[in-house]
């Protein structure tokens, strides 16, 4: 029984270049005259041999800039804070960023917590207090500055940085695939939604968290994601799947480790607003224990369709309907799917014939917390899109999940723009649609994820990489001895190793 290094697994295969591995990219090149050429071999110098300037990574990193830099500009209109006439509807350029620097009271100079509750995880809370203070401070010096427009920017900048080290991470897992990063780098989502809230603190902690993992450094990749937890609870969910390989490539103290330092993490951060303010710190808990259906979920899809077909009595409520009068079952509900969805990802790592790659079971636990919540709102998305192209890097599907989201973005707008005048702005049911639209997409991804993993042969990242890029001490190990024992007494043929010729 033999191992190979990371560093060999990593190398093995050549540069990937998508005109000529990805079918839609092959397709769309014939306009610019057909994919790369077989005498362009001479691209594939090792890295550090080239001496161009513009390498494919400086070029993903530059076009990740420009997407957000035109993010900014398409938020020009309401960075002024006066929202006249409805233009932060009319112009799609809302964000809750200028519009909580007023309502959590940060133009006043409250703390976060100590005087006033936030509505967000603690990290979110600090965050916006280490920026908005000294704004107001400013202001306070100054009355002629705008508090909330340089508070918007501040807020732009940092995110910002984070989106691009986000862009530099996948480029960093994917070295022989760098392209892959420009799914990330020109998604219409990134230009739409990339400062609508705060969320890119937690994915760019959470990228930063999955890059230690991979270097095999679980006790920093464990802080990185409680931090990430401290600051929206979604990538708290990314250590079930780190434990589920783990126990299956018999590499459960890496996984353990992590999960030890991600709650020491959320604990530490915690605890200074939970303490001394608990009713302030428990606002967020609160709001999303007793908030209702929310537009464009799954929920809100079935309350439209039960308004058109009452099969009850006449005045009877539909089964969405009354969960929507109904929230702790609604709750429970919503948190029972997920787990069974959860459970479902978990027996993919026991019937795959190959352990799924980390990325692909964090892209599905996330996408179905978001199938499932009562809560979507347009800039969760973000959420998926870092995930979505280390899981799978096929512009066709991507890009009609993207079109998707540009759909609902435009009808989100329609429908704020309708409750805000009273007059709608198109029937509902073109709202229903987009977010049907929006829903599908995100499943056909996810039946898409599941395919590759049973099939690995047809996961394209397997095409550069003998085993899981993303894996750290997951790359290459041979599946646990009890699984293999398991496995050949479950199957009449000798189970499949976890890297071709390692077991």
Partial sequence: MSTQSTAGIDDAGSTDHPSRSDGFVRGASEVIGGPLGEHAAALDRPAGHDRRFWTAARIVLALACLTLALHWVQKSPCQDGAWQNNVQYTRMCYTDVLALYYAEGLNEGKVPYRDHPVEYPVLTGYFMGALGLPVHALGVEDPQVNQGQWFYNLNALTLSALAVGTAAVILALRRRRPWDAA?????????????????????????????????????????????????????LFLLGPILVLALRANKLRAALTALATAVVALVAVNLPAAVPYRDNWDRFFELNTTRPIDWGTLWYIGRYLDGKVNIGLPG????????????PTLNYLSYALFGLACLGVAA????????????????????????????????????????????????????????????????????????????????????????????????????????????????????????????????????????????????????????????
């Fill in 348 to 503: 993919l790592v026991w019937v795959a014939p190959r352990r799924p790659r980390l990325a692909q079971l964090s892209f599905l636990v996330v996408a179905a917390f978001l199938i499932f919540s009562k809560v979507w709102s347009q800039q969760f998305v973000l959420w998926l899109l870092p995930l979505a192209v280390l899981a799978r890097p096929r512009w066709g599907a991507f890009l009609a999940w993207q079109l998707a989201e540009v759909c609902y973005f435009a009808a989100f707008y329609g429908e704020l723009l309708g409750a805000s005048t009273g007059r709608p702005v198109f029937p509902e049911g073109v709202f229903v649609l987009a977010s049907s639209l929006r829903l599908g997409t995100v499943v056909l991804l996810c039946v898409l994820v599941v395919r590759d993993i049973l099939r690995p042969e047809r996961d394209v990242v397997r095409h550069t990489y003998l085993d899981d890029p993303d894996g750290g001490v997951l790359n290459g190990a041979p599946d646990a001895p009890w699984y293999l024992r398991r496995r050949h007494r479950s199957s009449d043929t000798v189970a499949v190793p976890a890297v071709a010729g390692i077991a």
């Fill in 316 to 327: 009877e409520q539909g089964p969405f309907q009354w969960l929507n009068a109904n929230i």
């Fill in 183 to 235: 799914l990330f780098a020109l998604a219409p989502a990134l230009f739409l939604t990339a400062t609508v809230n705060w969320d890119f603190l937690a994915i760019g902690l959470a990228a930063f968290g999955l890059a230690a993992w991979a270097r095999r450094w679980p006790a920093v990749a464990g802080v990185l994601l409680g931090l990430a937890g401290a600051a929206k609870m979604w990538p």
